[in-house]
């Protein structure tokens, strides 16, 4: 009698193990799901990099790719329309980085969903975040800018580097910023 307990008990713990391990793959593939629709999130693209310094050049990094883009001083970068870096997913960050000067690189990022309310005829309120120095830091040293889009378009944004070396964000189309 103990013996047949013990047997029904494994049979038991198998099949609650088993269970398991089903439960666990079907949910990370729900998550993998979710993380591809992230890429083909498509809402919100840069356009153009202005550089407004005397003597400094940038380059213009997206995700794990190469540099993207040189703003030379004095210039404006101009993507092309099928070039354009689409900043849509929250999983991956542009960095323009000073490669002739000593200004610290900018970190930028899609936020996604924010609160606030929406005008009519557009989408959102989304965020936009911005930070300098380093990837990773805590929320509280970045800064964050809200915006809509225009409902069924595309925003366009550019980032413009003043005289001095700050950063800012510029709306160019279907984009409306919010305080």
């Not at 101009?78 to 200004?103: D, F, H, W």
Request: proline fraction near 4%; charge should be neutral.
């Amino acid at each position: 009698m103990v013996s047949r307990v013990g047997y029904v008990s494994r049979y038991a713990i198998a099949s609650i193990i088993f269970l398991a391990v089903c439960i666990v793959g079907t949910r990370c593939q729900a998550g993998e799901m979710l993380m591809h629709q992230d890429d083909t999130v498509n809402i919100m693209h840069v356009v153009a990099i202005e550089n407004d310094t005397e003597q400094c050049e940038f380059q213009v990094f997206y995700g794990s790719q190469a540099a993207s883009a040189f703003v030379a001083p004095k210039s404006i970068f101009t993507y092309q329309p099928e070039q354009a870096l689409n900043i849509s997913n929250a999983q991956r960050m542009m960095v323009i980085k000073c490669s002739k000067g000593s200004y610290l690189p900018v970190y930028i990022q899609f936020g996604g969903l924010a609160s606030g309310k929406v005008t009519s005829g557009y989408d959102g309120p989304y965020y936009l975040t911005m930070w300098l120095g380093y990837p990773q830091l805590p929320e509280n040293a970045k800064t964050h800018v809200r915006c809509l889009i225009k409902s069924g378009t595309i925003g366009k944004v550019g980032i413009k580097i003043g005289p001095k070396g700050d950063y800012r964000f510029v709306a160019y189309d279907n984009v409306e910023f919010i305080d």
